[in-house]
């Protein structure tokens, strides 16, 4: 069965390079334009790994951490934050918020993948 990413970030041109990227090495990829729908959709698809940008309208990618990461359904998803914010306190913020993993942009797909497949990798030893 294809491991479930879900991609939240309001940059279509991003959503729609991972979405096609992702579906191409055998994921099942959804993708939520802002932090309220990202929400909304980790509850109902519980996505493997959530991609997760920074800088989103109607809730913040920090915020949907913090969501994500207080509900008991959704505190094994990884967490991969993919943003062009790279100052040491963001960084630092999202791990102490429960990120697993922090990408800048631009990024190469085939270091995004290896840091996807790793968690997949974390996500079963963990069950």
Sequence with gaps: MAKKVLVA???QNISDLLKIALEG?????TIARDGAQAIKKAIE???DVLILDIMMPKADGCEVLKVVKSMPDLQK???IMLTSKNLIKDIETTFSLGADN??????QIDRLVAKIEKLCGEKNKKL
């Design 102 to 107: 922090y990408v800048t942009k631009p990024f």
């Design 25 to 29: 090495y055998g994921y099942d990829v």
């Design 45 to 47: 698809i519980k996505p």
């Design 9 to 11: 970030d309001d940059d």
């Design 77 to 79: 998803v990884g967490i």
